[in-house]
């Protein structure tokens, strides 16, 4: 059933949705239209739309903590990949209506629902939106400062279609206010990215070593929430090897850093981890002596950017070189 998802899903999405025809430009932001494997809503109008080729999002896939005006994820996916943004509007439709239809239509199309979510007042809603979607989602523009985001009542979903290329999540949220009701849909393809556009070079590490006592080390990756580095990384490492080799009186500190996304013990451990990776990598396939490099860990502490958006916790998210 997998190796026919592209044709079977768009069938199954497309016909589960009420049989939904297509909708005229006028209905659609400028350059907004429907994700290919998903269906709109009928009746609905595309009212904001973005799509990034290669970005990270975050999927909740656990409750947020209670008791707090803005709550934290508890538990959460960090995926990677192609994402589609797309808020839809309908007018009087219920989100128990609007989010039953969607709901039928990813389980026939394979996908398995991770989480869901649901909450009855405007307070609730709130909550979840300044929790969700200003702090993780960097999607303030079309959440807190417009009110249609925040509604009477609301309902949230996450869903993952395994695919040997790379999972598929769609993260469905629906509110409704007066009559109208909003939908958003996010679909995040989840695929590695082309990591041959940067190369490091040892010369250009010396010499912003020599200028700033550290460097971030570009090039260096890491399996999603995990210390193992991928195969991308060798290219950067043997530029790291050269480096050491030739300037053999310099000792580092090789420094782990996270961005704010879960809990602060678990990040410092996390950073730590992936410093003592590159140290081991290092050492034990390269041959550069262990004395020369001390793996630290800081977690979430030292942000070069700002945590609310997307692209600040990618730049957040790296090893650096650090002269003792």
């Known amino acids: ?6 044709f079977l899903l768009f069938i199954t999405l497309s016909f589960s949705l009420m049989q939904i025809t297509a909708q005229t430009a006028e209905q659609n932001a400028e350059g907004g239209e429907d994700h290919p494997l998903i269906s709109r809503y009928p009746g609905s109008a595309i009212y904001f739309y973005d799509m990034k080729e290669f970005d990270e999002y975050i999927v909740p896939v656990a409750p947020l903590t209670e008791g707090a005006v803005e709550g934290e994820l508890t538990e959460a996916i960090q995926a990677e990949g192609k994402i589609t943004r797309i808020q839809y509007r309908v007018k009087e439709r219920s989100t128990l209506e609007v989010y039953r239809n969607f709901e039928s239509a990813l389980e026939d199309g394979g996908f398995e629902i991770l989480f869901e979510e649901h909450g009855t007042s405007n307070m609730e809603t709130g909550k979840w939106v300044r929790s969700f979607y200003d702090k993780y989602g960097g999607q303030r523009a079309i959440s807190m400062r417009n009110p249609s985001f925040v509604g009477n009542e609301f309902r949230y979903l996450a869903s993952r279609l395994e695919q040997p290329g790379g999972d598929i999540y769609v993260s469905l949220y629906i509110t409704t206010r007066n009559t109208r009701t909003t939908i958003q849909l996010d679909v995040i393809e989840s695929a590695p990215m082309g990591t041959d556009m940067i190369n490091v070079d040892a010369d250009y590490l010396l010499d912003n070593l020599e200028r700033k006592g550290f460097i971030a080390l ?5 399996e999603t929430d995990e210390a193992t580095m991928t195969d991308e990384s060798k290219p950067a490492l043997e530029e790291i090897v050269r480096l050491l080799e030739d300037n053999p009186k310099l000792d580092f500190y090789i420094v782990g850093h996270t961005d704010n996304v879960g809990a602060y013990d678990y990040n410092k451990v996390l950073s730590k981890q992936r410093a003592e990776s590159v140290v081991n990598k290092l050492s034990g396939e390269y041959g550069i002596s262990e004395s ?3 793996p630290v860990g800081v977690g979430p502490v ?23």
């Open 218 to 222: 570009d090039g260096i990756y890491f």
């Open 302 to 324: 030292a942000p070069v950017a700002s945590n609310a958006r997307n692209e600040g916790k990618a730049n957040n998210r790296r090893v650096e070189l650090v002269i003792k």
């Open 292 to 294: 020369r490099l001390q």
């Open 1 to 6: 059933m997998i190796q026919k998802f592209n």
